[in-house]
């Protein structure tokens, strides 16, 4: 019968060594772990906002191109989309086309910037303009605490021309 060969055990020095190691991985694995549990919190607070604010921009890039064809700024929307907030309290929402078009028959809102959003949305969005001003929100309460956040778009006009104001949002960091 062949003898094996003695293998020798690790001495306490090394154990000490191999465990040192261990300790560290762990440490940087919860390192690791915390800065992507704090990075998708981020992207789950500002995903959705970024809706909002490129909603609110692709909405005045029409009121601009309506203003800059015909030197007059589209009518109220008679009503935001969707016309009540409680439908986007904490959900989507998926409008459908009539509710922009709604006011069509008098060219006026939506229908007169000739804007539709038809995938879902987290905001409720609004135009309003009394003829030498306009602003666009939109509102979303995306925890549904009660507490909405609300985005606006400004604008007037100036000496025949149109001057927009800077985006408003509100602060998410809490």
Not at 68 to 73: A, F, P, S
């Amino acid at each position: 019968m062949k003898e094996q060969p003695h293998v020798e055990s690790p001495g306490r020095k090394e154990w000490r060594s191999l465990l040192g190691i261990v300790v560290v991985g762990l440490l940087l694995l919860g390192v690791f772990a915390a800065l992507a549990v704090v990075a998708m919190r981020k992207y789950l607070t500002f995903q959705p906002t970024a809706e909002a604010s490129n909603t609110i921009g692709r909405i005045t890039v029409q009121v601009v191109a309506h203003y800059e064809q015909t030197h007059t700024l589209c009518a109220s929307a008679s009503s935001p989309v969707p016309a009540s907030i409680d439908a986007i309290r904490g959900r989507k929402y998926i409008a459908k086309t009539a509710e922009w078009a709604v006011d069509a028959p008098r060219n006026a809102g939506f229908a007169c910037l000739g804007f539709a959003q038809l995938f879902p949305q987290n905001y409720q969005y609004d135009y309003r303009s009394d003829g030498t001003s306009f602003i666009v929100t939109a509102k979303g309460d995306l925890d549904a605490d009660g507490k909405l956040a609300e985005f606006s778009q400004t604008g007037r006009i100036e000496n025949g021309k149109l001057v927009l104001e800077d985006l408003k949002s509100p602060d998410l960091e809490h």
